[in-house]
């Protein structure tokens, strides 16, 4: 069992930044791959980025591709989202997610969730 909790949302004008956290408990978070997903209201849940058990590989949605940096640090139990250049697109409630599956960009392979971080971006 794998307990998430997000922190570092807020509100941003455009062109700010705002890093994520996500703190978990337990002993094998070194086991999963993390990601991280948002969505926006009256918007389907997407993929954001991943990252791999020992933080060597990372994938990322286009959308958010040479802006956001998703890094983890094993010892301390928790995973970033660095969030460069916001847009008002980027808007939305985000969460951080489980899974043992490789650098998983699909939320429903996705085995524990958080409940989730609010940012918003002004324009």
């Known amino acids: 069992q794998v307990q998430l909790v997000e922190s570092g949302g807020g509100l941003v004008q455009a062109g700010g930044s705002l890093r994520l956290s996500c703190a978990a408990s337990g002993r094998t978070f070194s086991s999963y791959t993390m990601g991280w997903f948002r969505q926006a209201p009256g918007k389907e849940r997407e993929f954001v980025a991943a990252?791999?058990?020992?933080?060597?590989?990372?994938y990322y949605a286009d959308s958010v591709k040479g802006r956001f940096t998703i890094s983890r640090d094993n010892a301390k139990n928790t995973v970033y989202l660095q969030m460069n250049s916001l847009k008002p697109e980027d808007t939305a409630l985000y969460y951080c997610?489980?899974?043992?599956?490789?650098?998983?960009?699909?939320?429903?392979?996705?085995?524990?969730w958080g409940q989730g971080t609010q940012v918003t971006v002004s324009s």
């Open positions: 997610a489980a899974t043992t599956i490789y650098l998983e960009s699909t939320g429903g392979k996705y085995d524990y």
């Open positions: 990252v791999s058990r020992r933080g060597a590989s990372t």
